[in-house]
């Protein structure tokens, strides 16, 4: 059936789906009048193949399965601190300076999807603020308090708890992850990536307002000059690890996914960002990114089958509580033959499976699903409450820079 594409005076102009055999052909139709005084002009295939190469997914599986790789990336490269201590050899050397690559890529796609949310579903300030909250904060609370009371039960002063009143200014800083931007002592080790997770939470809805209010083509632009604003800050002015440069490297990952030039883009930037003295683990990981997001169908496929989804799911628990086995098993560790070792590793492994699954299930998920937050995150940006700062995107505006 025709649909119309606009009503002019002269003849009437309507584009039309093309035929099987066009699409086998792939030409472009000229356009020629009908009978009936209309001008039709069929949609060859190139144009929808323009069409669906821009389009993006509602929801990308993938991203899930590459949570559990930096998971257990970042489970290898705590554990293997010990195995190298215990057991010196060349493995665990090299292991332990590729390993934090799991972290690098958590804050990646925490800077992305952070920001995509924003620009996909604008809501208030407050509102925003509420749900990363309840997501991100009660797992950490309770892993903190479980760290400090088995720590006072054992009494080995790994804390850094003395029994004197110091200690409530130990504790204080780290309930409010203070800590991690002070350089002080943190309880909980994985506890430096939520702290700058948490500060950039405070400010990515007005960087996201910023750059919805540009021009679709100057977005991708200033997403960049602000990945390289933030490395410039951290090895010129030491604000910060490089490695929190990639919260804004997440950011320019989903302003590049919306253009057709996105992978010149990103791999041009990241070859930039190498050659001005970053790390490799650091420059490639938007690369990494974006190949598990839009790469091969293979590979997305591999990291979408139900067990990694259902294990990315809980990667945060697993993130926040995988510490505790590992420092319990270490306590044996010094005991153990090879053989020993490598079934206490197993033993680790199903532990702080078993401990995040319990986490997740008892704190994490019910807060997430929880009727009042979920109607929080719900809420439209016209409410009174979001009269802090004005929706960040208009869905058609952000759909139409996916052509750019």
Same mark, same amino acid.
């Given at each position: 059936?025709?649909?119309?594409? &606009?009503? @002019?005076?002269?003849?009437?102009?309507?584009?039309?789906?093309?035929?099987?055999?066009?699409?086998?052909?792939?030409?472009?139709?000229?356009?020629?009048?009908?009978?009936?005084?209309?001008?039709?002009?069929?949609?060859?295939?190139?144009?929808?193949?323009?069409?669906?190469?821009?389009?993006?997914?509602?929801?990308?599986?993938?991203?899930?399965?590459?949570?559990?790789?930096?998971?257990?990336?970042?489970?290898?490269?705590?554990?293997?601190?010990?195995?190298?201590?215990? #057991?010196?050899?060349?493995?665990?050397?090299?292991?332990?300076?590729?390993?934090?690559?799991?972290?690098?890529?958590?804050?990646?796609?925490?800077?992305?999807?952070?920001?995509?949310?924003?620009?996909?579903?604008?809501?208030?300030?407050?509102?925003?603020?509420?749900?990363?909250?309840?997501?991100?904060?009660?797992?950490?609370?309770?892993?903190?308090?479980?760290?400090?009371?088995?720590?006072?039960?054992?009494?080995?002063?790994?804390?850094?708890?003395?029994?004197?009143?110091?200690?409530?200014?130990?504790?204080?800083?780290?309930?409010?992850?203070?800590?991690?931007?002070?350089?002080?002592?943190?309880?909980?080790?994985?506890? #430096?990536?939520?702290?700058?997770?948490?500060? &950039?939470?405070?400010?990515?809805?007005?960087?996201?307002?910023?750059?919805?209010?540009?021009?679709?083509?100057?977005?991708?632009?200033?997403?960049?000059?602000?990945?390289?604003?933030?490395? @410039?800050?951290?090895?010129?002015?030491?604000?910060?690890?490089?490695?929190?440069?990639?919260?804004?490297?997440?950011?320019?990952?989903?302003?590049?996914?919306?253009?057709?030039?996105? #992978?010149?883009?990103?791999?041009?930037?990241?070859?930039?960002?190498?050659?001005?003295?970053?790390?490799?683990?650091?420059?490639?990981?938007?690369?990494?990114?974006?190949? &598990?997001?839009?790469?091969?169908?293979?590979?997305?496929?591999?990291?979408?089958?139900?067990?990694?989804?259902?294990?990315?799911?809980?990667?945060?628990?697993?993130?926040?509580?995988?510490?505790?086995?590992?420092?319990? @098993?270490?306590?044996?560790?010094?005991?153990?033959?090879?053989?020993?070792?490598?079934?206490?590793?197993?033993?680790?492994?199903?532990?702080?499976?078993?401990?995040?699954? &319990?986490?997740?299930?008892?704190?994490?998920?019910?807060?997430?699903?929880?009727?009042?937050?979920?109607?929080?995150?719900?809420?439209?940006?016209?409410?009174?409450?979001?009269?802090?700062?004005?929706?960040?995107?208009?869905?058609?505006?952000?759909?139409?820079?996916?052509?750019?």
């Amino acid at each position: 059936m025709a649909n119309p594409a &606009f009503s @002019a005076p002269g003849p009437k102009r309507c584009f039309v789906l093309p035929t099987v055999a066009e699409r086998s052909q792939g030409a472009r139709c000229a356009e020629t009048p009908a009978a009936d005084g209309v001008v039709k002009a069929p949609c060859t295939l190139p144009y929808f193949r323009r069409q669906q190469s821009s389009a993006l997914p509602e929801r990308f599986e993938a991203v899930q399965g590459l949570r559990v790789v930096a998971m257990l990336m970042v489970f290898s490269f705590h554990w293997n601190q010990l195995l190298g201590a215990k #057991w010196p050899n060349p493995f665990s050397s090299w292991f332990l300076s590729q390993s934090n690559l799991g972290t690098n890529l958590f804050l990646c796609i925490a800077g992305c999807f952070l920001h995509a949310s924003l620009t996909r579903r604008p809501t208030s300030y407050k509102d925003f603020l509420a749900r990363r909250f309840w997501r991100l904060y009660p797992v950490y609370a309770f892993v903190l308090t479980l760290v400090v009371v088995l720590d006072t039960l054992a009494g080995s002063g790994r804390t850094g708890l003395t029994g004197h009143w110091q200690d409530l200014w130990l504790l204080g800083s780290n309930y409010l992850l203070v800590p991690a931007l002070l350089e002080d002592r943190l309880i909980v080790d994985a506890s #430096w990536t939520l702290a700058y997770i948490a500060v &950039f939470t405070l400010f990515a809805p007005y960087i996201s307002r910023l750059l919805q209010s540009l021009p679709a083509g100057s977005r991708v632009a200033a997403a960049a000059a602000f990945w390289l604003f933030s490395l @410039a800050a951290s090895y010129s002015l030491h604000w910060f690890s490089p490695r929190v440069s990639l919260l804004a490297a997440g950011i320019f990952v989903w302003e590049a996914l919306q253009s057709q030039r996105r #992978w010149p883009l990103v791999i041009g930037l990241s070859l930039l960002v190498l050659a001005l003295g970053a790390s490799l683990k650091l420059a490639l990981v938007p690369p990494i990114l974006m190949v &598990f997001l839009i790469g091969p169908g293979p590979v997305r496929a591999a990291l979408s089958t139900h067990a990694l989804q259902t294990l990315g799911e809980r990667s945060y628990s697993f993130y926040l509580c995988h510490g505790i086995p590992v420092v319990l @098993a270490g306590h044996f560790l010094s005991r153990c033959t090879p053989v020993e070792a490598g079934l206490l590793t197993l033993a680790v492994i199903a532990s702080a499976l078993l401990f995040s699954e &319990f986490v997740y299930r008892t704190i994490e998920l019910p807060l997430r699903t929880a009727p009042k937050l979920r109607s929080v995150s719900r809420h439209p940006a016209s409410r009174p409450t979001a009269s802090l700062w004005a929706p960040m995107t208009n869905p058609d505006r952000l759909r139409a820079s996916a052509s750019d």
